[in-house]
């Protein structure tokens, strides 16, 4: 692949933050990356390659470009459990050292929160609860001493505790669409899919905030003011293919997120005919901040999409219906 295809979008990318091509070389090493030279200053086809692995391990899009979600994802991924001290501040620190901390706070039982990597107030009263079991100073600061301790203590299982929290909130949480809060993220183009969704969603009861903002982040942002139970993100794509993405990591798995989106998968097969379809876990920004369980779906073909839209409105308004009475 020529340079051309892939150096623009990464000069738009990280032009913003003043990066370089040498500097996204040096976070890629840093990553693991062996056979990406630090100093290099062109991107070519190793470049794109590594890229692409570093995106595929990082549960996100492996398409090569070096948009801003991969970014983050690279700067993040440059810190360990140790290298900094993790405490609550604003805005809050995010990373794989909070990645880590939050699994193995959640395996001890400490953290009741989803493993996202970001050290919120959650995580904050994680860190003095395991500090107050082990005689430490209180100060939720996970500094030397507190990582010495989780050094020293092996987990006695191997899912979260916000694995376990996230089963209890379903359980509790409304049994039907007349008592749900849905959000449905998506472009303004896609308007008469999305509204047609709304309207069914609507018929049955539920109240429904369409959201539509460039950026995954401030989208999940949204659905949590908003406080739904459910958040789905549409998107058409030309691809011959479907692609519905929940929320899971090392660690954690959202089960909502996961039961919805098998829903969905049984639900498109059926409409969609012969279309592929394939459901995974990643860690993408709308999936990862929103805290409720959500699913991203890439609808493809767009003419077949366009074609069977009101079946497809009548079908995720049903694959929702039948989540609510069982939702994991």
Not at 126 to 137: E, F, K, P, S, V
Request: with cysteine; net charge neutral.
């Amino acid at each position: 692949m020529g340079s051309s295809i892939v150096v623009e979008p990464i000069r738009i990318a990280l032009g913003d933050h003043g990066a370089t091509v040498g500097e996204l070389h040096r976070r890629l090493a840093e990553a693991g990356e062996a056979t990406i030279s630090r100093t290099a200053e062109s991107f070519d086809a190793e470049t794109f390659k590594a890229v692409k692995r570093f995106q595929s391990s990082h549960g996100l899009e492996p398409d090569g470009v070096c948009d801003q979600a991969t970014w983050t994802a690279l700067v993040e991924a440059g810190f360990r459990l140790g290298d900094r001290l993790l405490y609550l501040r604003v805005p809050y620190q995010r990373g794989e050292d909070v990645f880590e901390l939050q699994r193995q706070l959640g395996s001890l039982g400490f953290h009741k929160g989803r493993v996202d990597g970001i050290l919120g107030p959650e995580t904050a009263e994680a860190i003095q609860r395991l500090q107050l079991n082990a005689g430490l100073n209180c100060d939720g600061i996970c500094g030397p001493d507190t990582v010495s301790v989780l050094s020293r203590i092996r987990p006695d299982g191997s899912h979260s505790m916000g694995m376990l929290l996230e089963r209890e909130r379903l359980k509790a949480g409304p049994t039907s669409l007349a008592e749900a809060r849905i959000a449905i993220c998506g472009e303004a183009r896609w308007a008469s899919l999305l509204n047609a969704t709304a309207r069914a969603l609507r018929r049955k009861g539920a109240t429904v905030a369409m959201l539509s903002d460039p950026n995954p982040a401030k989208l999940a942002a949204q659905a949590n003011v908003f406080e739904a139970n459910a958040c789905i993100g549409v998107t058409l794509t030309s691809k011959p293919f479907c692609e519905l993405n929940y929320f899971a990591t090392q660690g954690f798995e959202s089960e909502g997120g996961k039961r919805l989106a098998s829903l969905f998968h049984d639900m498109l097969a059926e409409t969609l005919g012969g279309v592929a379809i394939t459901t995974t876990g990643v860690r993408v920004p709308l999936l990862r901040e929103s805290r409720m369980p959500a699913v991203k779906c890439n609808l493809g073909p767009t003419n077949v999409v366009v074609e069977r839209q009101g079946l497809l409105s009548r079908g995720i308004t049903a694959s929702l219906d039948c989540w609510m009475k069982n939702p994991y």
